[in-house]
């Protein structure tokens, strides 16, 4: 079955990096894209960027531009997702999520909690 | 960016209502629209895409309609799981955009 698995909770200071990764498996990696999603505390869905497994192409959502990288690696199935110059309004939970052809995104990893604080 | 504006953000309702949650986009998005459920602690969780076509495994209570910039999820008989979180996702335009949620609640 597919299954995508996120890393762990993560605690930075304003200031620094993270990088989170989720590891898929259940279905042929480089046939779909990821995408990335997050979520602040007791507030909605906020969609970052996504990511073509295939061949690495990319494309972030413009808040994030310079301080967002997406990346792949297709011999471990693994996606990555690095956010730099963390601020406290970054705290919330990230998530992972398979996007289909057609790009509705159908199968969500569990969540990776990062919390930015001093 | 493709705004997407869902209503109501919240609503009380009883076991077996009939309960509808509207969500109107910025543009035309082309039946490119999908909604999530999405309980306390949890990762969302794909019912319908396409605006009406249901995800495999996910109860017939759960239908989609709409066209256009105009589209409803509809819950028919609603059950106890059913108290959770609902977002439309369009999916015609990069960026992604997400409605801002309606909360169901146990009236």
């Not at chain 1, 605690?11 to 995408?35: E, H, M, N, Q, R």
């Not at chain 1, 869905?45 to 497994?53: C, D, F, Q, V, Y």
């Not at chain 2, 076509?53 to 028919?76: A, K, M, N, Q």
Request: hydrophobic fraction near 30%; glycine fraction near 10%.
């Amino acid at each position: 079955q597919v299954q995508l698995m996120q890393s762990g909770p993560e605690v930075k200071k304003p200031g620094a990096s993270v990088k989170v990764s989720c590891k898929t498996s259940g279905y042929t990696f480089g046939a779909y894209g990821l995408s990335w999603v997050r979520q602040a505390p007791g507030q909605g869905l906020e969609w970052m960027g996504r990511i073509s497994a295939l061949n690495g192409n990319t494309r972030y959502s413009e808040k994030f531009q310079g301080r967002i990288t997406m990346t792949v690696d297709t011999s471990t199935s693994t996606a990555f997702l690095d956010l730099r110059s963390l601020r406290s309004d970054d705290t919330a939970v990230y998530f992972c999520a398979r996007m289909s052809a057609t790009m509705y995104t159908d199968y969500w990893g569990q969540g990776t909690l990062l919390i930015v604080s001093s | 960016d493709i705004q997407m504006t869902q209503s109501p953000s919240s609503l009380s309702a009883s076991v077996g209502d009939r309960v509808t949650v509207t969500c109107r986009a910025s543009q035309d998005i082309h039946n490119s629209l999908a909604w999530f459920q999405q309980k306390p602690g949890k990762a969302p969780k794909l019912l319908l895409f396409a605006a009406s076509r249901l995800e495999s495994g996910v109860p017939s209570r759960f239908s989609g309609s709409g066209s256009g910039t105009d589209y409803t999820l509809t819950i028919s008989g609603l059950q106890p799981e059913d108290f959770a979180t609902y977002y439309c996702q369009q999916y015609y335009r990069i960026p992604l955009t997400f409605g801002g949620g309606t909360k169901v609640e146990i009236k």
